[in-house]
């Protein structure tokens, strides 16, 4: 991470960017200008509270990493605006009928970024590389299941499961990695970390540490030209300061906080320069527990303290009302969804009986409970830059000390927060978000055999019964089924509390009202970002190659 920025957008766009020069346009150029149809050109300055750690997907699992790597890379497959599966890399596919074999036709002429033509030997490849147990990812379990890969010829790719698996076709959306780069190479010390060289519409270009990543257009790229020609994540760990620069312009797009969206940005250089987007977001916002911490072996303790915590006090004076409160791992409304687990509604008089059952009084009229002479006293960790966790973290830290738990907060930069402290278990208790898949096979984050590190399962959650509803879960192509098994995981993690599920929120989202093109949907935003442009007379900027 690094320091505040203050006035540093002006310098940062004069070492990136020139501006178009004033040259008197034709008439047809009136013409278009005046339409203001799609064109060629400008950038998108986007800000990032986190820094990438790895732009390998296959080796990174923080969000910050993702969302450059998305715009680098493809997979097979992907989800499309009222997210069904489409066609990435793969054209077409057919799917046996018994639902076991998998045949992908893909597309002829994609180049990687340095050329290089794209072929199944590049599948195969990215298979056999994520299933090799040297290779540290947290995405081999989908690709495990797999009984046969094979590169038919150059552009045909199949795939054969001995069983059922669900999520098959989708877990080739997964990136693909270029063979020619990476083969017999240890692939946790390629340069592609830093580096990196896919088929996708954005090219890497640089990456200053601290500071910015900066993507260029791929004009080779096989879906076409993306209008826009630069993308530039600059890194900007503080919120407020990151506003500051939106403010400035020198950023074009950013999530803002909810006070930032229902205050802050209602005026008119707000309302004359940018554009809101607002909608239920596919995520959610947990209190996680490290469960081989002794204090929260017992799960009469961490029930007690979700009994503890007023999520609607959160909801309301933290996210102003824009979110919901969460119950388990999936969003309100979704197919998977269980709106009927065990809920914890706020009641600290049964926290304290459930505390007390399990041993902890407050012996000495202090106020603090204890057990064993030693109080009841643990650390939430989150991350740098998201006011929101951390307000949530304070109030959590009030109410826990209403029913004589001590609690201490601890903000840490974000790198260092997933190096250092979650991927290690170097925590008692954590406040994040995960993104919420729109297939509900949570195998990765909550089965106990995911434990390992820098795996996903970092609260080393382990129920067998849990366990038996995922695997059984993925292994059926049978919706009604797999609903019948999600309900049952939902309420067993709901008795289990290995998190407790604060909220659910609304994605606030603020653009550069000379972008163009955008168009909400069920799937969110960004996923026609390619057709996204600016009316060549609001162009700003001209991208450097």
Not at 179 to 191: E, F, N, Q, Y
Not at 303 to 310: E, F, G, L, R, V
Request: net charge positive; charged share 25%.
């Amino acid at each position: 991470m690094m320091q505040s920025f203050r006035f540093s957008h002006l310098l940062f766009l004069a070492v990136i960017l020139f501006t178009a020069c004033d040259k008197a346009p034709s008439a047809d150029k009136l013409n278009k200008l005046e339409a203001g149809l799609p064109a060629y050109g400008d950038i998108l300055v986007r800000g990032d509270i986190g820094e990438a750690s790895n732009l390998i997907p296959l080796l990174a699992s923080d969000g910050a990493s993702h969302n450059i790597a998305g715009m680098v890379y493809s997979g097979l497959v992907k989800y499309g605006k009222d997210m069904k599966i489409i066609g990435d890399l793969a054209q077409t596919w057919d799917v046996s009928p018994n639902g076991l074999v998998i045949t992908f036709h893909l597309r002829k002429g994609v180049k990687w970024h340095d050329g290089q033509p794209f072929t199944s030997a590049d599948v195969l490849f990215t298979y056999q590389v994520t299933v090799d147990p040297k290779t540290p990812t947290a995405y081999a379990g989908d690709f495990l299941k797999v009984k046969k890969a094979e590169a038919l010829d150059a552009y045909t790719f199949r795939v054969t499961y001995d069983k059922p698996f669900a999520p098959a076709l989708i877990s080739w959306g997964n990136s693909i990695l270029p063979k020619h780069l990476l083969i017999g190479k240890d692939i946790t010390k390629s340069p592609l970390s830093r580096h990196p060289i896919g088929t996708g519409p954005y090219k890497f270009k640089e990456w200053v540490a601290g500071q910015k990543i900066v993507l260029i257009s791929n004009p080779d790229y096989f879906e076409g030209r993306p209008y826009i020609d630069g993308f530039i994540t600059r890194i900007i760990p503080d919120t407020a300061t990151m506003f500051l620069e939106l403010r400035a312009q020198g950023i074009s797009m950013m999530d803002l906080t909810p006070l930032q969206y229902t205050r802050q940005t209602e005026n008119n250089l707000f309302k004359e320069n940018f554009k809101k987007y607002r909608y239920l977001g596919f995520k959610y916002v947990y209190l996680g527990y490290n469960l081989k911490n002794p204090l929260f072996t017992d799960k009469r303790i961490r029930q007690a303290i979700s009994y503890a915590i007023n999520k609607e006090e959160i909801i309301s004076g933290v996210l102003l009302g824009l979110g919901k409160a969460a119950t388990g791992p999936y969003k309100p409304g979704s197919w998977a969804y269980n709106g009927n687990v065990k809920i914890y509604n706020y009641n600290p008089q049964k926290a304290r009986q459930l505390l007390a059952d399990a041993g902890w009084k407050d012996t000495k009229g202090t106020g603090i409970l204890e057990k064993d002479g030693k109080p009841f006293v643990f650390e939430i960790v989150t991350n740098q830059g998201n006011d929101t966790r951390q307000k949530c973290a304070e109030i959590i830290q009030r109410q826990l000390k209403d029913v004589g738990i001590t609690v201490k907060i601890r903000i840490l930069e974000w790198s260092s927060f997933v190096t250092d402290f979650i991927n290690k278990r170097r925590f008692d208790a954590v406040i994040l978000g995960w993104s919420i898949s729109l297939d509900p096979d949570a195998y990765d984050v909550w089965h106990s055999s995911k434990t390992a590190p820098e795996e996903l399962n970092f609260m080393s959650y382990n129920n067998p019964q849990a366990d038996e509803m995922l695997e059984k879960g993925r292994s059926t192509f049978n919706q009604s089924l797999r609903k019948k098994y999600y309900d049952r995981f939902q309420e067993i993690i709901a008795e289990d509390q290995p998190y407790t599920f604060l909220y659910v929120p609304e994605e606030l989202i603020i653009i550069s009202s000379r972008f163009r093109g955008i168009e909400p949907a069920p799937i969110g935003l960004d996923y026609n970002f390619i057709k996204w442009y600016v009316p060549q007379g609001e162009q700003k900027f001209v991208m450097t190659r």
